[in-house]
């Protein structure tokens, strides 16, 4: 994808999405492009599916399901209840195929795991999931400094900490776990004991 290409990408997401969540979408597409510099990705890969991570977050619920439907995509229970917060990610995938013209697989599979992660996630899958935790807007998030930190030295360790403390999170908030994030965290400590 050509900087022509990412500035196109970037008007249209100041067009779709509110002025916060547009914040936030240029902090995860810039924090991915620098974690893709320093960790040997292809920087354009993770500057688009930044740019796009978040395409449908401003859709009703009731869209983002239609969209899901449509196009059979296969969702978790968590992901299909009602007012989800991780639908989003699968019928954005679905929007940058359709809508934006994004054919790289591993672009739409990072817009599609960025909320709960996966086994053995690709470079760019754990860059995106990871950009979207620590870019520079976010402030709430427990152990920030640790986790920006991690992130810049070891990406694997990096997603054991955001998957552990968002399990811990979700725990004692009472919150639904999706069986997926569950699988990640359980896939990355295990890939540590190797």
Do not use: W
């Amino acid at each position: 994808m050509k900087s022509s290409d990412i500035s196109k990408l970037r008007k249209a997401m100041e067009k779709e999405l509110e002025p916060k969540r547009y914040e936030h979408t240029l902090g995860v597409a810039y924090t991915a492009a620098n974690l893709a510099m320093v960790h040997g990705e292809d920087v354009e890969k993770a500057l688009t599916a930044g740019m796009l991570h978040d395409c449908a977050k401003c859709m009703s619920f009731e869209k983002q399901l239609s969209v899901c439907t449509k196009n059979h995509v296969k969702l978790s229970e968590a992901e299909a209840m009602e007012d989800s917060p991780l639908i989003h990610a699968k019928a954005g995938s679905v929007l940058a195929k359709t809508k934006y013209g994004i054919t790289d697989e591993d672009i739409l599979n990072a817009i599609s795991y960025h909320t709960t992660g996966r086994p053995n996630m690709s470079l760019l899958e754990k860059i995106v999931y990871i950009a979207d935790y620590i870019e520079p807007g976010r402030k709430h998030a427990e152990n920030l400094p640790q986790v920006r930190r991690l992130a810049y030295k070891d990406l694997d360790d990096c997603m054991r900490k955001i998957l552990g403390d968002t399990l811990e999170y979700l725990a004692h908030k009472g919150g639904r776990t999706d069986t997926m994030t569950q699988m990640t965290y359980e896939f990355y400590m295990a890939a540590r004991q190797h």
